[in-house]
């Protein structure tokens, strides 16, 4: 799941030689709104169609306009987690991919990193998702997931995230194999631990939407 696995070769970087016009031939023909841009294989930044437009003069050189967004990139063996995080930070449908030597490897679009994160987190397969709030010293996934297991059921896989309501606390999110959470929640109150929310899921194949739905309430973001 690093950021190198995912990078799209579709999406050509822009050199401070080339001109606006072509900058928005590309982007027309590859449907995007954005392009990296790099100098000998240093990212500088990106180039956004609505900069193009205001410059409104084709034959401009990408050199006279300044790129945006210089820090949207990730070093290739990051996880594909960190280009989320970049790109929700940077407001940004591309990260840029670097080497440890900060040389330009390529773009992850948020579509493709969105997609992989839901493969990983097994947002396709039908069961559940249940939240919990608990302390970290108190996190142990081992005995979760023994207790979980006691009523028959499995942790797919699992999420933590700060507590915005509490610092000293995580919110635990974990992807079930079952639909049915009734049991499963009583259990885990049972033991003393705090659900907060929960989600089933219907029987059915999920759509495209639904499954990014699902990722981002997985996320809670």
Same mark, same amino acid.
């Given at each position: 799941?690093?950021?190198?696995?995912?990078i799209? +070769?579709?999406?050509?970087?822009?050199?401070?030689?080339?001109?606006?016009?072509?900058?928005?031939?590309?982007?027309e023909?590859?449907?995007?709104?954005?392009?990296?841009?790099?100098?000998?294989?240093?990212?500088?930044?990106?180039?956004?169609?609505?900069?193009?437009f205001?410059?409104?003069?084709?034959?401009?050189?990408?050199?006279?306009?300044?790129? /945006?967004?210089?820090?949207?990139?990730? #070093?290739?063996?990051?996880?594909?987690?960190?280009?989320?995080?970049?790109?929700?930070?940077?407001?940004?449908n591309?990260?840029?991919?670097?080497?440890?030597?900060? +040389?330009?490897?390529?773009?992850?679009?948020?579509?493709?990193?969105?997609?992989?994160?839901?493969?990983?987190?097994?947002?396709?397969?039908?069961?559940?998702?249940?939240?919990?709030?608990?302390?970290?010293?108190?996190?142990?996934?081992?005995?979760?997931?023994?207790?979980?297991?006691?009523?028959?059921?499995?942790?797919?896989? /699992? #999420?933590?995230?700060?507590?915005?309501?509490?610092?000293?606390?995580?919110?635990?999110?974990?992807k079930?194999?079952?639909?049915?959470?009734?049991?499963?929640?009583?259990?885990?109150?049972? #033991?003393?631990?705090?659900?907060?929310?929960?989600?089933?899921?219907?029987?059915?194949?999920?759509?495209?939407?639904?499954?990014?739905?699902?990722?981002?309430? #997985?996320?809670?973001?």
């Amino acid at each position: 799941m690093q950021a190198y696995e995912y990078i799209n +070769n579709l999406i050509p970087p822009l050199k401070l030689s080339d001109k606006t016009g072509m900058a928005l031939a590309w982007m027309e023909e590859i449907r995007t709104d954005v392009l990296p841009v790099i100098d000998k294989g240093v990212f500088l930044g990106l180039i956004k169609e609505e900069r193009i437009f205001e410059v409104n003069n084709p034959d401009t050189l990408i050199a006279d306009i300044e790129p /945006s967004n210089p820090q949207c990139w990730v #070093f290739s063996d990051k996880h594909i987690y960190d280009v989320l995080r970049v790109s929700s930070e940077q407001k940004s449908n591309i990260v840029a991919v670097l080497d440890r030597d900060s +040389n330009y490897l390529g773009v992850v679009t948020m579509e493709d990193s969105i997609a992989a994160f839901a493969d990983s987190l097994s947002i396709k397969s039908q069961g559940s998702v249940v939240i919990l709030s608990i302390s970290m010293t108190d996190y142990s996934l081992s005995e979760i997931s023994r207790i979980i297991e006691s009523d028959n059921a499995k942790v797919l896989s /699992s #999420f933590i995230t700060t507590d915005p309501l509490d610092d000293s606390k995580i919110k635990l999110t974990l992807k079930l194999d079952q639909t049915e959470l009734r049991h499963i929640k009583a259990t885990l109150e049972r #033991f003393g631990y705090k659900v907060i929310d929960h989600y089933q899921e219907e029987s059915g194949v999920s759509s495209e939407e639904d499954r990014i739905g699902n990722l981002l309430r #997985f996320l809670d973001i």
